[in-house]
């Protein structure tokens, strides 16, 4: 028996040997020992860090098998946003990037050409050369904490080597090899499990998935492209530079770069690179270019959404000809019907097409479209592929034209047309099931109510066992009439389309008990999501975000008219009508009111706080210019806590207009034609009966002003 010191010692000596023969096997592709001999020394390891559990690392190279379950991935801000890269298309672009950059800085500029790689970005995070944490990319701002899932990566280091600094991060992208990509599919075909659309989707997939065991078992990989670092440019002069070290560190840094001069050189990087790519292991969509210089790269700087020293060359689409075999119609859950070109299987950018969607009636006729047509199809980033052309010259004789269906294909309803619209809705929209389903699915998927315990068929199921017709009847599912439902459903290819194999969808016990408590803790969802997830048209996340910002409850945005709503900043009239439309259908309504009755929330919650006196119920404010006692965002907030309403334009519907410093001339001219009364910041206290007490600023606004006295 080992003492707990002998242990200590061979436990860290296992590790740091597994970490090289990792590195040496995953980076350098020249492995020392054999995978039995690996295998043998790993298994040594993770029976020591069994025995002595208090000598297991989070570094350890047992933790690349995987084994920890996520429940929920922790949402984490990022020290340093995730920015995209602007994206080019020609030599043109290329050579105006080129002239905007050398008018900007001085001195010759050098270019690091780089692989775009078509994966998922990732920041690693070390701390005295440990892997501490790893977060997607999210919005940019935060992301998910998925450092479980990374570890099992080869190519992501656990434990770094050499001269790294104390703290840094990493940024890279995962990606998922196309052997790995079709071994998964291949995988999913024999378990009944509806395919990934291409390897992007897979790795996306794959990084979400709560056991990491899987993960491991999926075999994603990694490069790294960028460091991160506060002083970063003290320690090295240039971007290669920082790579160079890092790659001696232990991370996986492409071999495929170029410093390059001119439009010349660098065009034959890309041009290289768009006909080798096929021969690489894993997808890329382009190629980056970054401004090797870090003191011409801090002189540039960056835009808000991206760095200006960098840009990405997007290569075209590949394009394939193939057969047009016949044309289906689908009903998406608006009612609109999509036509969808069933194609002779072909090859293209590593996956099998079938099918590509012919958008409306306008593109078949621009086409002018006929069965048998031999078409060309491009594949871009997006799943569905795209028809681009057609060869006449290979057009059959007798061929008939494709006819766009008058009725709608799911549930034989006649088709309606909008006016100045291309587009044949289905006018059934209660009863037509892919239109109800659509909507459900949209309810619970995981940017709306995030039940996702109910996905992957079971929505499907629900419906057609007549348990639900509506979102509002989830919430009357209950365990006993979920318990033992069982049905076997068509399992989809990567084209969506049936196989021909069936899977069972089954609600046991646990799974029945997980959608109870989803649906439960979906009550605290808060409102500007829930009125996303109704599904209202037109209405996405960041404009549901906007219309609760303005109006704080469902009632004051029932009650709101056209004129006000697209009085509200990036909220326009064709958005406002799709909203009062949904609220003036009483089908609506009904869902509304069920959905109030099962708890959802339908008010902000610090509205639903308020406990002010409501003073100015009723009162539309328009508010302008700078006041002294609160911030714009802590005025309007004052304004909706006593029970009043705020417009960001002046209409015959405002009340008043508070006016603070500096309001802009436009305004006041406006309010003084429509003999709106102008108030002061003092006027507004008194009316509030709250001259005394404290103002309310948001906790973040508070931090902005901070931040704006400082210019
Ligand atoms: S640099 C601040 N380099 O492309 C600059 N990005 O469209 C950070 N990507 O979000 C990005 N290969 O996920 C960089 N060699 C490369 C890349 C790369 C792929 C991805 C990355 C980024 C996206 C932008």
Request: hydrophobic share 35%.
């Amino acid at each position: 028996m080992m003492t707990r010191e002998e242990a200590r010692e061979r436990i860290a000596a296992l590790s740091e040997e597994l970490e090289q023969h990792n590195y040496n096997y995953y980076i350098l592709a020249k492995p020392t020992i054999s995978d039995y001999e690996f295998d043998m020394k790993l298994e040594e390891l993770a029976r020591l860090e069994h025995e002595f559990p208090e000598f297991l690392l989070p570094s350890s190279p047992t933790q690349r098998v995987g084994g920890g379950i996520t429940k929920e991935f922790q949402s984490v801000k990022h020290r340093y946003p995730m920015l995209s890269l602007s994206n080019s298309y020609s030599k043109e672009d290329i050579e105006e990037f080129i002239n905007r950059i050398k008018k900007s800085v001085e001195g010759e500029v050098e270019f690091c050409c780089e692989l775009k790689f078509d994966g998922l970005s990732i920041s690693l995070q070390y701390e005295d050369g440990v892997l501490t944490r790893a977060v997607t990319r999210g919005d940019g701002m935060q992301g998910d904490d998925v450092t479980t899932n990374i570890k099992t990566i080869r190519t992501v280091p656990l434990r770094l080597h050499g001269d790294f600094p104390a703290f840094f991060e990493m940024r890279g992208e995962v990606v998922m090899p196309f052997e790995s990509f079709d071994k998964l599919n291949e995988q999913r075909i024999e378990q009944g499990d509806d395919l990934f659309a291409n390897p992007r989707n897979a790795a996306a997939g794959t990084l979400k998935l709560q056991d990491s065991r899987e993960v491991a078992r999926r075999r994603l990989d990694n490069y790294c492209y960028y460091m991160m670092m506060d002083g970063l440019e003290g320690r090295y002069q240039t971007h290669y530079e920082s790579l160079q070290a890092a790659r001696r560190w232990g991370f996986n840094i492409s071999n495929y770069m170029a410093i390059c001069k001119s439009v010349e050189e660098i065009f034959g990087f890309i041009n290289y690179w768009d006909v080798k790519r096929h021969e690489l292991p894993f997808a890329i969509d382009g190629i980056v270019l970054k401004v090797n210089s870090y003191v011409q790269q801090q002189i540039l700087g960056f835009t808000a959404k991206s760095p200006k020293w960098a840009i990405a060359y997007k290569f075209k689409a590949e394009e394939v000809e193939t057969e047009l075999q016949s044309v289906d119609f689908q009903v998406g859950r608006h009612g609109t019907i999509t036509p969808v070109a069933n194609l002779s299987p072909v090859l293209l950018a590593g996956t099998t097409v079938k099918r590509a969607t012919l958008n409306n009636e306008d593109f078949i006729k621009q086409f002018d479209l006929h069965y048998g047509d031999t078409v060309t199809v491009v594949k871009g980033g997006e799943i569905i592929p795209k028809i681009i052309g057609v060869n006449f010259d290979k057009r059959q004789v007798g061929a008939l034209p494709v006819e766009f269906t008058k009725v709608c294909p799911a549930c034989g309803t006649e088709l309606i047309q909008h006016e100045g619209e291309a587009a044949w809705y289905c006018p059934n929209a209660q009863a037509c099931p892919p239109q109800v389903k659509g909507r459900i699915e949209h309810f619970i998927s995981r940017k709306a109510m995030n039940i996702e315990s109910l996905g992957e068929g079971k929505i499907e199921l629900l419906y057609d066992e007549g348990l639900i017709k509506d979102v509002a009847d989830l919430y009357s599912l209950t365990y006993g009439k979920l318990f033992g439902l069982a049905k076997e459903i068509p399992v989809l290819d990567e084209n969506g389309i049936e196989t021909g194999k069936t899977r069972k969808v089954s609600f046991k016990e646990k799974t029945a008990q997980n959608i109870i408590d989803a649906l439960e803790k979906s009550k605290s969802v808060p409102f500007e999501r829930v009125l996303f997830a109704l599904g209202i048209r037109n209405v996405g996340e960041v404009v549901a975000k906007t219309i609760v910002a303005e109006y704080h409850d469902i009632n004051a945005i029932m009650n709101a008219s056209v004129e006000d709503l697209s009085a509200i900043n990036t909220v326009g009239e064709v958005i406002a009508q799709s909203v009062k439309a949904f609220f003036e259908n009483p089908v609506n309504l009904d869902i509304v009111e069920r959905l109030k009755a099962a708890g959802l929330q339908f008010a902000k919650a610090e509205v639903q706080q308020s406990e002010k006196p409501q003073v100015l119920a009723g009162k539309t404010f328009v508010v302008s210019g700078v006041f002294t006692h609160y911030s714009r965002d802590g005025i309007k907030a004052a304004i909706e806590a006593h029970g009043g309403k705020n417009a960001s334009s002046i209409s015959s519907k405002t009340s008043y207009v508070l006016a603070g410093e500096n309001m802009g001339p436009e305004k006041r001219k406006k309010a003084e034609s429509l003999g709106i009364p102008i108030i002061s910041e003092e006027e507004f206290d008194k009316m509030i009966g709250d001259a005394t007490t404290e103002k309310l600023v948001p906790e973040n606004q508070k931090e902005q002003n901070d931040q704006l006295s400082l210019f």
